[in-house]
């Protein structure tokens, strides 16, 4: 039995990861810490939370005495660290927050988990596991071969910086320290749960809300897509059976670029239109409803600064390693998460008209401190 902290457990990636740590390992305790900004939201925790199967704590991973307090009650033995600033386009309005969160905020988790694994005698049996982005890598040409855990750090935006700083500070508790760390490094996320800001679930609401689907630039810029449900099952994998002070990227195998994953978007709408005419009473602003095409919604739009051409990962160290590969074609996981959208409107509707907030602020006042 493991005592487990998932920070930035509300997120997208986080409450996947809880949902799957839980079904995976139910007798492990397991403490979910976020700080509730507007991308975190517990609606999926909520039957976990109300049933103590979680312990949930809203609060700032940059307070370290909440941080430090909530090591010497749980004592925590495995740390998947989660938390971060992660949209492109906000970092480059206000880069600061990213700094705050993304690099203070791992160093106030790398010194209380030091801190408490070195007093309790524990750091041979613990692990933190640091899960980053590919973003850390820069860019790469048409012609180049994906990234390897040895490629160099060449970040593009705020956002990339400061993560690849949050990564050199971890790497260095390993070297100075002995901390038994680990490093993931992921491609682009997809599925049940994010943010409607982000692209693939942004493209489906403007869809169906027959509004249009901007697009940046000409639309050529290519990501590496991985089904969230095979990160989380990545993560748990690592934590227990990598090696500390290593880094492992995880990726899809499966690049596209923008202009192809809006257009097959628009194609399964169009279909779920066309195989259920139900959807036409939902969503009577969305061109299907009228048996027109989605693609009529496509623009594109001005590119934004420092935008990355491409971005691949080479997971081969991850499957030779740990035996870990991604089974979910882009095409079946694209399907899955057009259709979970479809079913779970009033999950993104909430969201996109503010009534989550209410709901939140109605239901809930959280656990701030120990």
């Known amino acids: 039995m493991h005592k487990v902290l998932i920070t930035g457990g509300a997120g997208f990636i986080g409450q996947n990861l809880v949902h799957a740590w839980r079904t995976a390992r139910p007798e492990d305790g397991l403490v979910v810490l976020d700080a509730m900004t507007y991308a975190a939201n517990i609606r999926s925790l909520e039957p976990l939370i109300a049933s103590g199967s979680i312990l949930f704590i809203k609060g700032d991973i940059r307070d370290a005495g909440m941080v430090r307090s ?9 740390v998947l660290h989660l938390a971060a600033e ?34 309790s005698d524990t750091m041979s049996q613990s692990r933190f596991l640091h899960v980053s982005t590919d973003e850390v890598y820069g860019s790469l040409k048409l012609t180049d071969p994906p990234f390897s855990e ?11 910086a400061s993560k690849a700083a949050s990564d050199h500070l971890v790497r260095s508790y390993v070297v100075t320290y002995g901390l038994p760390a680990l490093i993931t490094n992921c491609s682009n996320n997809y599925g049940p749960y994010q943010h409607p800001e982000k692209l693939i679930p942004l493209m489906i609401i403007h869809a169906l809300e027959g509004k249009p689907l901007p697009i940046y630039g000409d639309g050529s810029n290519i990501r590496d897509w991985l089904h969230v449900s095979e990160h989380c099952r990545a993560l ?24 192809d994953v809006v257009g097959t978007i628009c194609d399964l709408i169009d279909r779920a239109f066309a195989e259920d005419p139900a959807l036409a009473a939902r969503f009577p602003s969305c061109p299907a409803a009228t048996k027109q095409s989605s693609h009529s919604l496509i ?20 499957a030779m390693k740990l035996g870990e590969r991604c089974h979910i074609t882009f095409e079946a996981g694209l399907d899955q998460t057009v259709h979970w959208y479809l079913d779970h409107q009033s999950w993104w509707d909430e969201i996109v008209t503010g009534g989550y907030k209410a709901w939140l602020d109605k239901n809930y006042s959280f656990r701030t401190a120990v």
């Open 70 to 78: 909530l090591f010497d009650e749980h004592k925590f033995d495995r």
């Open 86 to 119: 992660s949209h492109v386009d906000r970092s480059i309005v206000d880069p600061e927050a990213f700094l705050q969160t993304n690099v203070l905020g791992t160093f106030t988790l790398l010194k209380a988990a030091l801190d408490c694994w070195r007093a």
């Open 150 to 160: 040895s490629n160099p750090y060449r970040p593009n935006s705020p956002y990339a």
């Open 236 to 259: 748990m994998t690592i934590i227990e059976r990598g090696s500390p002070g290593e880094t492992y990227n995880v990726g899809g195998r499966s690049e596209r670029n923008n202009r």
């Open 299 to 318: 623009r594109y739009v001005t590119d934004r600064p420092g935008h990355d051409h491409r971005y691949a990962i080479d997971s081969d160290k991850l």
